[in-house]
């Protein structure tokens, strides 16, 4: 048999093998899709968000409360400092000597944010409303990290380049990228969310 009379079935073995290799990558990746529809994404998206940002956020937030009792309606010096780098700076660092409005609204607004977003993500709780607060609260962080603290150029970053460790636009994209799975996914079953949308249902 002459050797060019092979060469079509030669091609038609290997395409059907690249065919069946085709569906079985299909029919396997669909599979873990419906296994994963509906709670994975919420609740893993949650999850790593409690792993790397919660204690970091509820830190931040607990060292912003004044002393005593009543320390969360009187937030320390070092909250406005951090929240308002350039009017803090403006005013010889005194609180007292910065206006009621907008100033202190501002920094009440920021430490509460700092406080309740993340705990009503991890819980699963209006999650799409927090998720989309949060991301809001990390691009006004990002905002007065730039242009009242200072942030180097190395520290800002560059998209698309070749160092992926940039706080700004390599950090807190991801950041952002994990709070987004929340928005557009929604927390999972395992959630407040679910548990009241259930409750409501009967």
């Given at each position: 048999m002459n050797t060019h009379d092979m060469r079509p079935a030669a091609h038609r073995g290997r395409f059907a093998l690249v065919a069946r290799l085709a569906r079985l990558h299909g029919y396997v990746f669909a599979a873990i899709e419906r296994a994963l529809s509906g709670w994975f994404t919420g609740l893993a998206a949650r999850l790593v968000f409690a792993s790397v940002l919660l204690v970091y956020y509820l830190?931040?937030?607990w060292l912003k409360?004044?002393?005593g009792?009543?320390?969360?309606?009187?937030?320390t010096t070092g909250a406005f400092a951090s929240i308002?780098?350039?009017a803090m700076e403006a005013h010889g660092f005194d609180k007292s000597a910065l206006p009621f409005f907008?100033?202190?609204?501002?920094?009440?607004?920021g430490m509460w944010s700092e406080l309740l977003l993340p705990l009503m993500i991890v819980a699963g709780l209006f999650s799409?409303?927090?998720?989309?607060?949060?991301i809001g609260f990390v691009m006004v962080q990002s905002y007065v990290d730039i242009t009242g603290h200072g942030l180097d150029e190395k520290s800002i970053g560059h998209m698309f380049d070749r160092f992926p460790d940039a706080i700004?636009?390599?950090q807190r994209l991801l950041w952002?990228?994990?709070l987004m799975m929340i928005v557009i996914h929604g927390p999972g079953r395992l959630s407040l969310d679910h548990l009241l949308a259930r409750t409501w249902q009967r």
């Open positions: 830190n931040s937030a409360f004044g002393e009792v009543f320390g969360f309606l009187n937030p308002l780098p350039k907008p100033y202190h609204i501002i920094v009440h607004a799409r409303i927090a998720a989309l607060g949060m700004i636009w390599d952002v990228f994990v």
